[in-house]
């Protein structure tokens, strides 16, 4: 139940002011469904879904366009990165043309090229704040819809920072006034190009920001940084804000690209030089910074570009490359010694040789899958207990179905796992998600001992591409 404490904001709980200051974190989320891949060749998103669920998405029908700008009016040049927000849009960054992209499948058919489905969310050029993104490479976002980008100058052109957006007035970008703010500019990044590379920016559980640095020029140090907004003025631009949280070891010349943190706070970092390899690291003596003792190598391989690294709610890691093949692959830690080194740790999720259709991995965003919650989970009869799913985006239908309790998990392609008991089981109600992207079920307990015990639920919840199982929930009924 702790994590249900995540949907606050969207529920009309009010964050302190300390929290509201900082970055609340929302990713990665604690279920995930399908994953957008966005390609720099196509021009476009792809989407990804196992739909027969055997660990893979190289079967038929498993790679479908998202949105293309053959199809779409927006037209890209060199999409660079894609984030999945908690209201259920997609954000598309390109780091040639300079634009914020937003994207949202309102009709429900799997992609997001029909009219008012899409559009230029930020725009480098004709912004109201005249801020210059050149260069972006990566994009967050936190509980309250803000988005965070790591931004890399071009040139002359912009400057290396964390750009925050945010779309204060509801008119679908964040182009007016007060919308964009420089929320952290890169200390010793001016200048030639190289002094800094901010390529990916996360959010940690402890409510900052941390970013992946790539400066080649040695100015700046290689690693990954944090952001602490110390003084809650909205930003991290004063003096002890921006700190060095890990120096991975180098090897030859490394290049720290992609960057992604999961909910025990295990920072994953890759480095696609010379060195091929993955590095994972937790802060457990809550130093601020990673030492020696808490760093290890997670994964390395032969020749690999790798543009991403993704998080499932399984815990495995994905690593997106652009090699030959083309590929994600997936990474677990099945012993529990910390790394993916050993036998069948390591597999193909996706492989442009094998799949249906073959896409250019450039970066990668985990879908958020429909969550069940009952508050109150225990509730005396002739009570009301609500069961709310939170679905993956506003409008999605949601079924919710009462059982006689959990049973024995089974994989039901390609809808997801059952985890309610089958064998008396009932529909107790439907709807559409709200504009929060939150069904709520009012479930009136009747006053009668014959209530009394433990009950299974679940919802089935998405459009017409896509339906997928909620996580079950017990509700137990009290005398």
């Known amino acids: 139940m702790m994590r249900s404490l995540l949907l606050a904001p969207f529920v009309g709980v009010t964050l302190t002011t300390a929290v509201a200051a900082q970055v609340p974190p929302i990713v990665p989320y604690p279920r995930t469904?399908?994953?957008?891949?966005?390609?720099s060749t196509y021009d476009g998103v792809w989407r990804l879904s196992d739909q027969n669920q055997d660990g893979d998405y190289n079967d038929a029908l498993e790679v479908v366009s998202f949105y293309s700008d053959v199809t779409g009016s927006v037209v890209l040049t060199n999409p660079t990165c894609v984030a999945w927000a908690p209201n259920g849009t997609t954000y598309l960054g390109d780091s040639t043309i300079d634009i914020v992209m937003a994207l949202r499948d309102q009709n429900g058919d799997g992609d997001a090229v029909d009219a008012g489905e899409h559009g230029v969310f930020f725009h480098s050029a004709t912004n109201a704040n005249a801020i210059v993104m050149a260069s972006i490479q990566g994009i967050t976002v936190d509980a309250l819809g803000r988005l965070f980008c790591a931004v890399s100058n071009a040139g002359t052109s912009g400057q290396d920072m964390i750009l925050r957006l945010e779309d204060q007035n509801g008119d679908g970008d964040a182009d007016d006034a007060n919308e964009s703010l420089v929320y952290c500019l890169i200390p010793n990044g001016a200048g030639a190009v190289g002094n800094s590379i901010p390529t990916k920016v996360v959010i940690g559980p402890d409510a900052n920001l941390y970013y992946s640095e790539v400066g080649t020029t040695l100015l700046v140090t290689k690693g990954v940084w944090k952001l602490t907004d110390g003084n809650l003025d909205g930003d991290c631009n004063d003096a002890g804000e921006v700190t060095l949280f890990w120096a991975p070891p180098f090897g030859v010349s490394p290049f720290y690209w992609s960057l992604a943190v999961d909910w025990a706070g295990n920072f994953y970092v890759t480095d696609h030089s010379t060195n091929e390899q993955v590095w994972r690291a937790r802060d457990a003596d809550n130093s601020g910074t990673i030492d020696v003792s808490e760093q290890q190598l997670y994964y390395q391989t032969l020749a690999s570009t790798w543009w991403d690294v993704v998080l499932r709610d399984d815990g495995t890691v994905l690593l997106g490359e652009a090699q030959s093949p083309d590929r994600w692959t997936a990474c677990k830690d099945l012993n529990a010694d910390g790394d993916a080194l050993d036998l069948n740790e390591a597999s193909q999720a996706y492989d442009s040789t094998a799949a249906s259709l073959a896409i250019s991995v450039r970066g990668g965003s985990m879908m958020r899958a429909p969550q069940l919650s009952l508050q109150p989970p225990i509730v005396p009869i002739g009570q009301t207990s609500n069961l709310t799913t939170w679905a993956s985006k506003p409008g999605d239908l949601t079924v919710v179905v009462l059982s006689v309790g959990l049973g024995p998990n089974f994989p039901l392609a390609p809808w997801g796992t059952v985890e309610i008991d089958v064998s008396a089981f009932t529909?107790?109600?439907?709807?559409?998600?709200?504009?929060?992207?939150f069904f709520t079920l009012p479930?009136?307990?009747?006053?009668?001992?014959?209530?009394?015990?433990?009950?299974?639920?679940?919802?089935?919840?998405?459009?017409?591409f896509r339906l997928f199982l909620s996580n079950a929930s017990l509700l137990t009924v009290t005398p």
Request: net charge negative.
């Open 443 to 464: 479930l009136a307990l009747p006053n009668s001992p014959s209530a009394i015990g433990t009950w299974g639920v679940q919802s089935l919840s998405g459009d017409s």
């Open 427 to 437: 529909s107790i109600g439907l709807g559409f998600a709200d504009a929060a992207g």
């Open 33 to 39: 469904l399908d994953m957008l891949v966005v390609d």
